[in-house]
T-cell receptor, first 115, second 110 residues
Framework: GAGVSQTPSNKVTEKGKYVELRCDPISGHTALYWYRQSLGQGPEFLIYFQGTGAADDSGLPNDRFFAVRPEGSVSTLKIQRTERGDSAVYLCASSPGTQGAYEQYFGPGTRLTVT | GQSLEQPSEVTAVEGAIVQINCTYQTSGFYGLSWYQQHDGGAPTFLSY????GLEETGRFSSFLSRSDSYGYLLLQELQMKDSASYFCAVENNYGQNFVFGPGTRLSVLP
């Protein structure tokens, strides 16, 4: 079946610009996570959605970062006034969201480069 | 603060057994997961421990000691395709917040 998909796969933008990264989770998965990963490091938690609501956004680094999931399926991570330090691979993961369903299914990521 | 520690690199030969350790200090703990990530690929789930003890899944086993804030991943009968990075991750808040370790890069030599 279809896994988690993310678009675009690569995004190059200039410092100060606005970007949107999209995640399509596995159908029926109510839990959705955003992470970012820098080279040689582990994924860094950004935000967690259960359904349409952001249940935990404690990982968002500052108010330039925002994410939505308006219909409880597709999610968009939005970054305003991008900075060179935002360059990383942004990973999305989904899981069934039910008790005991602890496995997260990751998408291939979006590689963001801010020049 | 929250921190997970893993060895940065491990090298072993085909057919051998290797253990990758993970120690953690987090504000909450519900379980410890392990993920494998090949270069350029997405992390893929390997195992999860919520209770103390050993969980076995094929060639891979994972162990947890909650009292010691410690776990490990055991890989047996190593194959070349096992060369990858391995991450432990603590479920910090039930189903919500996962903290990943820095990763251990495993190189399997012929």
């Amino acid at each position: 079946g279809a896994g988690v998909s993310q678009t675009p796969s690569n995004k190059v933008t200039e410092k100060g610009k606005y970007v949107e990264l999209r995640c399509d989770p596995i159908s029926g998965h109510t839990a959705l996570y955003w992470y970012r990963q820098s080279l040689g490091q582990g994924p860094e938690f950004l935000i967690y959605f259960q359904g349409t609501g952001a249940a935990d956004d404690s990982g968002l680094p500052n108010d330039r970062f925002f994410a939505v999931r308006p219909e409880g399926s597709v999610s968009t991570l939005k970054i305003q006034r991008t900075e060179r330090g935002d360059s990383a691979v942004y990973l999305c993961a989904s899981s069934p969201g039910t008790q005991g369903a602890y496995e997260q299914y990751f998408g291939p990521g979006t590689r963001l480069t801010v020049t | 603060g929250q921190s997970l520690e893993q060895p940065s690199e491990v090298t072993a030969v085909e057919g051998a057994i290797v253990q990758i350790n993970c120690t953690y200090q987090t504000s909450g703990f519900y379980g410890l997961s392990w993920y494998q990530q090949h270069d350029g690929g997405a992390p893929t789930f390997l195992s999860y421990n919520a209770l103390d003890g050993l969980e076995e899944t094929g060639r891979f086993s994972s162990f947890l000691s909650r009292s010691d804030s410690y776990g490990y991943l055991l890989l047996q009968e190593l194959q070349m395709k096992d060369s990858a990075s391995y991450f432990c991750a603590v479920e910090n808040n039930y189903g919500q917040n996962f903290v990943f370790g820095p990763g251990t890069r495993l190189s399997v030599l012929p």
